[in-house]
């Protein structure tokens, strides 16, 4: 307990410029690298359009290197390929290439643990 890692997949699919929200991108890597610096293990940008390369680059002038070091924009076929082998088919849905059913978190139920 306590040396858990955050895989994060951030899919800009449905991103338009009206929804895009710089400030909020760089609160929530902001609040990953202050207060939880070494649960980040990798954080994986998929289906990145255009006109977010400038976004980007306006939200990681605000993060620290060693938080950047650990984004990967995935925008090849090599780069997907290792994504997919780094979080492994059997974990990864099928829509980004692996054999697990996507679940939306609204969908998501827990049972109680037992004591």
Partial sequence: MGNE???GILD???ITFKNVDARGLIT?????????PERLSKCFIL???R???SVWRMVSYFL???TLEKIVIVSNEDERWEF????GEEALPKEYGGRSNL?????????PLED
Avoid: C, H, R, W
């Fill in 103 to 111: 679940i939306a978190l609204q969908d998501v139920t827990l049972t």
């Fill in 28 to 36: 929530g890597f902001q609040f990953l690298q202050s207060y939880y």
């Fill in 12 to 14: 800009l699919q449905q």
């Fill in 47 to 49: 289906n990145m359009p």
């Fill in 5 to 7: 890692k955050l895989v």
């Fill in 64 to 66: 620290d290197k060693a």
């Fill in 84 to 87: 997919v082998k780094e979080i």
């Fill in 51 to 53: 006109f977010f390369v």
